[in-house]
T-cell receptor, first 116, second 110 residues
């Protein structure tokens, strides 16, 4: 296993178009997270899954954003009708979970979105 | 809303100098993690601290978790250009998500 993979690494799109990002987590990790990060700032939580169940969504996540993890493995994050304010790095992370474990996240390299 | 404020926001120092980065919150966290991120990459875990007052050392890096588990610090001794990057603290709590701090961008000049 080579870690968390994200695709595409870079996406340039025009305002109003839809975009989809894919994340392949570490295979034995049951939790999967999406974060958004702008330059020089800390990542902002968007949503997370435990297996295939989406357990929490941030209020930052407007109804133009949707995330899925249909089989509890890979996940997709779709942004509909993109706006210039959506330009950011979208980071995916996974963790093994566990009640008595500190929740350590392994991140992918991110998908950078530029909306023109 | 849980917030983690980091200071300073930016730090530019010469090779060999020491520095400390602070991470403060009004909320209590069950664990506190520090990550380092390089341009174009995702954050990479440096350390996890879980006990109030805990101190961990990783070569030239020393991490401390506050007694009340609301704050943390990262001290780097004899900084090197390879230490350059964005340093992020992240707090874990009752939910399974991590809340990240505002970030400290460190540049170490040779």
């Amino acid at each position: 296993d080579t870690g968390v993979s994200q695709d595409p690494r870079h996406k340039i799109t025009k305002r109003g178009q839809n975009v989809t990002f894919r994340c392949d987590p570490i295979s034995e990790h049951n939790r999967l997270y999406w974060y958004r990060q702008t330059l020089g700032q800390g990542p902002e939580f968007l949503t997370y899954f435990q297996n295939e169940a989406q357990l929490e969504k941030s209020r930052l996540l407007s109804d133009r954003f949707s995330a899925e993890r249909p089989k509890g493995s890979f996940s997709t994050l779709e942004i509909q009708r993109t706006e210039q304010g959506d330009s950011a790095m979208y980071l995916c992370a996974s963790s093994i979970g566990g009640r008595n474990l500190a929740n350590v996240l392994t991140f992918g390299a991110g998908s950078r979105l530029t909306v023109l | 809303t849980q917030l983690l404020e980091q200071s300073p926001q930016f730090l530019s120092i010469q090779e060999g100098e020491n520095l400390t980065v602070y991470c403060n919150s009004s909320s209590v966290f069950s664990s506190l993690q520090w990550y380092r991120q390089e341009p174009g990459e995702g954050p990479v875990l440096l350390v996890t601290v879980v006990t109030g007052g805990e101190v961990k050392k990783l070569k030239r890096l020393t991490f401390q978790f506050g007694d009340a588990r609301k704050d943390s610090s990262l001290h780097i001794t004899a900084a090197q250009p390879g230490d350059t990057g964005l340093y992020l603290c992240a707090g874990g709590g009752a939910t399974n998500k991590l809340i990240f701090g505002t970030g400290t961008l460190l540049a170490v000049q040779p």
